[in-house]
T-cell receptor
Framework: AQSVAQPEDQVNVAEGNPLTVKCTYS??????LFWYVQYPNRGLQFLLK????DNLVKGSYGFEAEFNKSQTSFHLKKPSALVSDSALYFC???????????WGAGTKLIIKP | DGGITQSPKYLFRKEGQNVTLSCEQN?????MYWYRQDPGQGLRLIYY???????QKGDIAEGYSVSREKKESFPLTVTSAQKNPTAFYLC???????????????FGAGTRLSVL
């Protein structure tokens, strides 16, 4: 079965420290992977995607993600966290049978000053 | 949220009542989607439409209905058959659904539906 797992419900990081939000996936065929961010009572905003090419993908707001095929992971990273990065982060993978997105449950990121 | 407008922002439903959530986009996207978001469960697909006058059921279509009479509009009706409708509803659109590298979904600001 195709799926996405975000193993951490919440991640706490001090401002200025590096952050990582974890995502693992299971999909048939080539993985198309996405990260989105959601601020309270708002819709989701696209951050970055991996389709093919370099395993390190750069996106909006200084975020990047590392694709690891052998570990079937697509972890979101940022070298130096900001308080304004506090939000809910979703990982998604494309279901290659119907081209719809399969969503993780989300990880709440809290950056403390 | 630019380009996709959801209304109303808050909606209350009485028992036995049908309610309709509006979603309009001016991005000229072909595909539109409705998701339901519950705490700790991520997004679940209700319905999606790839073209005008055509739509497909998602994972949790029971108790919901949609129409796609215009490219810009994809309203969702929550019927009285949906016994647990309290949730945050998100509408999205994308330029493609059948592969390609541009299948990024753009979201509206959401409608929060509660039962009176």
């Amino acid at each position: 079965a195709q799926s996405v797992a975000q193993p951490e419900d919440q991640v706490n990081v001090a401002e200025g420290n590096p952050l990582t939000v974890k995502c693992t996936y299971s999909v048939s065929g080539n993985p198309y992977l996405f990260w989105y961010v959601q601020y309270p009572n708002r819709g989701l905003q696209f951050l970055l995607k991996y389709i093919t090419g370099d395993n390190l993908v750069k996106g909006s707001y200084g975020f990047e993600a590392e694709f690891n095929k052998s570990q079937t992971s697509f972890h979101l990273k940022k070298p130096s966290a900001l308080v304004s990065d506090s939000a809910l982060y979703f990982c998604a993978v494309r279901d290659n049978s119907n081209y719809q997105l399969i969503w993780g449950a989300g990880t709440k990121l809290i950056i403390k000053p | 949220d630019g380009g996709i407008t959801q209304s109303p922002k808050y909606l209350f439903r009485k028992e036995g009542q049908n309610v309709t959530l509006s979603c309009e986009q001016n991005l000229n996207h072909d595909a539109m989607y409705w998701y339901r978001q519950d705490p700790g469960q991520g997004l679940r697909l209700i319905y999606y439409s790839q073209i005008v006058n055509d739509f497909q059921k998602g994972d949790i279509a029971e108790g919901y209905s949609v129409s796609r009479e215009k490219k810009e509009s994809f309203p969702l009706t929550v019927t009285s058959a949906q016994k647990n409708p309290t949730a945050f509803y998100l509408c999205a659109s994308s330029p493609y659904t059948s592969g390609g590298t541009k299948n990024i979904q753009y979201f509206g600001a959401g409608t929060r539906l509660s039962v009176l």
